[in-house]
């Protein structure tokens, strides 16, 4: 086991270093960066401060030739682009004055002191923004984890139990349904039934809690946070359960149909005391031990629409921000935790088979 969790760590660092490698080409190959933002920014406030001083409706123009003439030099110098020295100034400011081999051995290098750096935009680190917005996302994971479980399991269960009836093929008419549309339609649909759109007005539409949530005592706390976490976790567990709830109810129907199980029956043994002293650790061995994955999944795919539509301050909306604004450090830094995250869990998700079921040994496989 030892031997087997060590080499995966060491498995871990050149995977980190290829993902990270493979992204740095595809972002320096991307058009437009942090340099080419910030000279369209500055040029376009040359130009509206030309125009002005030119004047809204031009009534100050002739009037005052001298006014004319240095509007007209500031708009053809707006107009003609940054002066180089400030766009050079510009780029040793954000160090691409650097070779980009240069700039990505001093980045992973950083890295590798958990040193990230510090936003472009934003003016502050990128720690700092991480652990900002890091609980907004486990708090959603972890809520939408757990509600997904508790529905997927009992039901993909009592599907395999009643297998062809008719609260199976109900029940599948929704799963089909829950897995066909995506979590964020589901969002759009609750905002406008339940969030003001165009019928009730029972929940918020945006924030993880309200405004004057730190004068509460902790009771209104407590309400007020389920309150704004309603609907965002609705709408990630309407769309996540449908596949683990198949999942469910298929190992159930595997293992029911083993030779072990009609043993049993024929020992007397109850269908109860078949189905949980028998079936249920075979059948949830995949079902349990996905749940890191599942909670990986869950935390950096179906939280990002979802954050970006309730504008909820978390890591899947601090990722999309830096891209859309180039903001690079951020950008490299949430990458980089990801991936770290990503490959940890992985483990843990390797382990955990090993301790749901001890005859899987990834060690004595040589895996």
């Known amino acids: 086991m030892t031997s087997y969790i060590l080499r995966r760590i060491l498995m871990m660092i050149p995977t980190l270093f290829g993902i990270m490698v493979l992204n740095f080409i595809i972002v320096q190959a991307a058009p437009g960066g942090p340099v080419e933002r910030m000279a369209a920014q500055l040029t376009s406030l040359t ?18 030739p001298d006014l004319q003439a240095n509007s007209i030099n ?46 472009f ?64 339609l589901f969002a759009i649909l609750l905002i406008i039934l339940f969030a003001g759109g165009n019928y009730l007005h029972w929940f918020p539409l945006k924030g993880l809690v309200s405004d004057n949530w730190s004068d ?11 309150w704004h976490i309603a609907l965002p976790v609705a709408a990630m567990t309407i769309s996540g359960f449908a596949s683990l709830a198949m999942l469910t109810k298929n190992c159930f129907l ?22 949980y002293g028998h079936v249920f650790r075979n059948a949830m061995l995949i079902v349990i031990a996905g749940f890191p994955s599942a909670l990986l999944r869950i935390f950096f795919t179906s939280a990002l629409l979802i954050e970006i539509i309730f504008s909820l301050n978390g890591m899947g909306l601090l990722g999309y921000e830096a891209v859309i604004n180039r903001d690079y450090p951020v950008m490299f830094g949430t990458l980089f935790i990801f991936t770290l995250i990503g490959l940890v869990f992985n483990l843990i998700g390797d382990l955990t088979y090993m301790l749901v079921d001890p005859r899987i040994d990834f060690e004595r496989r040589g895996v």
């Open 47 to 64: 130009s509206e401060s030309a125009t002005a001083r030119i004047g809204g409706d031009g009534s100050d123009m002739a009037a005052r």
């Open 254 to 275: 595997d293992e029911i149909g083993k030779q072990y199980v009609l043993t049993a029956r024929a020992k007397g043994l109850t269908e109860k005391q078949v189905l």
């Open 216 to 226: 509460m005592g902790w009771p209104q706390r407590i309400i007020d946070y389920f």
């Open 74 to 119: 500031s708009v053809y110098r707006g107009a003609r682009g940054l002066d180089p020295e400030i766009l050079a100034r510009i780029t040793r400011m954000y160090g691409f004055d650097k070779p980009p081999l240069e700039r990505f051995g001093q980045m992973m290098g950083s890295y590798l002191r958990f040193d990230f750096g510090e936003s």
């Open 121 to 184: 935009f934003r003016n502050e680190s990128v720690i700092a923004l991480v652990l900002h917005t890091l609980p907004v996302t486990v708090s959603l994971g972890l809520w939408t984890t757990l509600l997904v479980y508790l529905i997927s399991i009992p039901l993909g269960i009592r599907k395999a139990v009643s297998d062809g009836s008719r609260f199976d093929v109900w029940t599948s008419w929704v799963i089909i349904i829950g897995y066909a549309i995506p979590s964020f």
